[in-house]
């Protein structure tokens, strides 16, 4: 099923049982934080703070957060049963993901209920979280989606990029310009323009899930993606001071424009940050100059306490897991390289590490298919490290994997490949503070690194073994034998 708006969401998790509402009074100031953090450690439900501090009779008074936060909760958000593996996730966000569908623009909605301009606009009447003690301020894009819009052929982008307040009309952003929005600010940036910005806080679960997936989409918007996803057309309505389309019955709407102008640039970071550390220095940074704030009703932030490490999962490492997994998936076929039975990143790691099962077909196969996700614009924050394995080894088995990684990879025979000097990650901690400097190179830098893990077609046939370049498995049983002792078994009285 899709969802109308995000307070159908909530209902729906309500009634199943994994929502609870905060009544208590909460201070905005790392408390928040900190109950959300606990709660996702926990394996806790989604949460709904309706008493914050400082925020008793402001227009919005409550947050909304950790709604995806389980596996169970993504399941629901794309209309399976709560049941439904990880695998399977993956498997039907791949196939929604595989096409676009169609979006419908209506010159109404519940978000154009109160339109906020001028003097009035002021950030810090939302309960924004400062969400640790060591983020540089009050992150308000957290979970959100930043719309642009290409200048050149009119299209739409939809994206996630963190975001602080610097001022009540100022939001310092973490801005790549080697990611979608990036390019579209330069092309701003190059006709002497400031980029129009809106950002969306609050809708159907199913836009956050694309927006953050580097969601491939040529000749439409990551909209027509989440229409496919949500299996109902997204409702989007124009914005009050630009040309930009959002959905209609967002909860809240801020809209804005980032100049390339250093004079106006804000002080911003560090934030904990997808990797599980602290990333991006205090510094100088492009903001979103807000000049139209449009809200619901009663409206409801939504934020996210973002961060994961082992057994410590954010609400990012449980929908990241499937949706980036399904995008190098339909990436991967898309471009013709065969043979692809299932693509898995592990949820504490973002897609920084990606796993490819393959029916294999040739030498040199594993290769292809790194090549072609580094090749690609999913290996802005994705594909460090590419794990191939042969149509045997289940990827979602740590086990399996690292006995093919144990017994199927010879290091000096080109299983192991080093692909230096690439883009990557301005926020992994692994690379030199200098390499991560956005201002001057506009993205991180990274080594990647290739493991094919699949039975090298180099080894000569065995001929004791049928022409096999591998023995047997010794931890089979033979067929006849199994048969026998099967009869038997309860004659070896075994409890």
Not at 29 to 42: H, K, P, Q, T, Y
Not at 227 to 246: F, Y
Not at 267 to 289: D, L, R
Not at 442 to 451: E, F, P
Request: charged residues 25%.
């Amino acid at each position: 099923m899709a969802y109308e708006d995000l307070r159908e969401w909530i209902s729906t998790l309500e009634r199943e049982g994994l929502l609870s509402r905060v009544k208590c009074q909460v201070d905005w100031d790392r408390e928040i934080g900190s109950v959300a953090r606990e709660a996702l450690n926990r394996n806790g439900p989604a949460l709904l703070f309706e008493n914050i501090k400082d925020h008793e009779d402001t227009w919005c008074r409550t947050l909304f957060t950790n709604s995806l936060g389980s596996r169970e909760r993504v399941a629901l958000a794309i209309g399976l049963p709560r049941e439904t593996s990880f695998k399977e996730i993956t498997r039907v966000i791949k196939e929604r993901l595989s096409k676009p569908s169609v979006v419908k623009v209506t010159d109404r909605g519940p978000v154009k209920e109160n339109i906020i301009k001028g003097d009035d606009i002021d950030l810090y009447k939302m309960p924004v979280p400062r969400w640790r003690l060591q983020d540089g301020g009050r992150y308000i894009n957290t979970y959100c989606s930043i719309i642009t819009r290409d200048p050149d052929t009119g299209l739409l982008n939809a994206g996630t990029y963190r975001g602080m307040i610097a001022d009540k009309d100022k939001i310092g952003v973490l801005l790549a310009l080697s990611q979608h929005w990036g390019h579209h600010a330069r092309k701003y940036w190059d006709r002497g323009m400031e980029m129009p910005v809106s950002v969306v806080y609050g809708w159907d679960p199913t836009l956050l899930m694309v927006s953050s997936a580097a969601v491939i989409h040529p000749g439409c918007s990551e909209y027509e993606y989440v229409s496919s996803l949500r299996q109902r057309e997204c409702e989007l309505v124009k914005c009050e001071t630009n040309d930009l389309l959002v959905p209609a019955s967002a909860e809240i709407v801020i809209e804005g424009s980032i100049s390339p102008d250093p004079s106006t640039f804000v002080m911003e970071g560090p934030f904990g940050e997808y990797t599980g550390y602290f990333g991006g220095m205090t510094s100088p940074k492009p903001a979103i100059k807000v000049s139209c704030i449009t809200h619901r009703d009663n409206a409801i932030f939504r934020g996210a306490v973002e961060g994961v490490s082992p057994h410590k999962w954010a609400e990012s490492g449980y929908y990241c897991a499937c949706t980036f997994s399904a995008v190098s998936w339909n990436l991967l076929e898309g471009i013709g390289v065969p043979g692809v039975l299932d693509v898995w990143t592990d949820n504490v790691v973002n897609a920084t590490i990606l796993k490819v099962r393959i029916k294999k077909a040739y030498r040199g196969h594993a290769k292809q298919v790194a090549n072609a996700i580094w090749g690609s614009g999913i290996s802005n924050y994705a594909g460090k490290i590419v794990i191939v394995v042969d149509e045997d080894i289940d990827i979602h088995d740590h086990e399996a994997v690292e006995w093919a990684i144990a017994y199927r990879v010879n290091a000096d025979m080109g299983q192991v490949l080093f692909y230096p000097g690439t883009f990557g990650s301005m926020l992994d901690p692994s690379v030199p503070l200098i390499q991560r400097n956005i201002a001057k190179y506009g993205q991180g830098k990274w080594t990647r690194i290739l493991v094919d893990a699949t039975i090298n077609w180099d080894l000569e046939p065995q001929e004791q073994y049928g022409g096999k370049r591998f023995p047997p498995l010794a931890t089979d049983i033979d067929p006849e034998d199994e048969k026998k002792i099967k009869e038997r078994w309860s004659e070896y009285a075994i409890i």
